[in-house]
């Protein structure tokens, strides 16, 4: 049960820096250019528009990767 708590108590620490950054999304510099980053495609017509976030997933991902391996690890 030791290990379920401690999991329980850092998972609630990250959704609770989570929620810190999207909460001061506006003045944290980092979060406020996440989702347009150079290489994310964005295409604006007449009456259509049409996004696609690459960079923005592929920096999620090693980001979420980075943060998995180091939770496994301890």
């Known amino acids: 049960m030791a290990t379920l708590g401690r999991t329980l108590v ?9 929620g810190l950054l999207l ?10 250019r996440l989702g ?8 604006q017509r007449d009456n259509f528009t049409f996004y696609l976030p690459i960079t923005t997933c ?12 180091f939770l496994r690890r301890w």
């Open 23 to 32: 909460w001061s999304g506006g003045s944290i510099p980092v979060v406020n």
């Open 58 to 69: 592929i920096v999620l991902s090693i980001v979420i990767s980075l943060l998995i391996g």
């Open 10 to 18: 850092l998972i609630g620490l990250i959704l609770a820096v989570f």
């Open 36 to 43: 347009r980053l150079p290489g994310d495609i964005y295409i």
